[in-house]
């Protein structure tokens, strides 16, 4: 079973449909990650605090190196002008496998873990950020 659907820049004729007639998931994640960014940033963890830690500028950032105990940082210039909510994701693929600490914007907490107060990301791991106001995030 399929069905039809109509993007800002094409038609897509083909949608995949699950047995109880719902759209399959994937098909779901794989539409709206090509209307984000097609580009994820290689970096480089650093710093060791969020002051001093990398600056993640785009939507998807993939972690390419880094020592135990540095860190990036969500920029609130990343993504759609500080808007909210806005999302990022982040893979952890450095080689060996580190566990990075991954900081909020200023102000900002994760969950409930209180303001600035990084979650870490361990080796080949990888997270979903959503920033919803100027004070919250949740990280998945």
Do not use: H
Request: net charge neutral.
């Amino acid at each position: 079973m399929s069905g039809a659907i109509k993007t800002d820049s094409a038609l897509i004729t083909e949608m995949p449909v699950n047995g109880a007639g719902q759209i399959v998931p994937q098909f779901i994640w794989d539409t709206v990650v090509s209307k984000l960014s097609v580009n994820p940033a290689t970096v480089s963890a650093a710093g060791t605090n969020q002051g001093n830690a990398t600056s993640l500028t785009v939507q998807f950032n993939i972690i390419t190196s880094g020592s135990a105990g540095q860190g990036v940082v969500v920029a609130p210039s990343s993504v759609q002008s500080n808007s909210f909510p806005y999302f990022l994701k982040i893979w952890n693929a450095t080689n060996p496998g580190v566990t990075i600490n991954v900081y909020p914007p200023s102000g900002v907490q994760f969950d409930t873990n209180g303001a600035n107060i990084p979650i870490q990301l361990g080796p080949g791991a990888a997270i979903d950020i959503c920033i919803t106001s100027s004070s919250q995030g949740y990280a998945r």
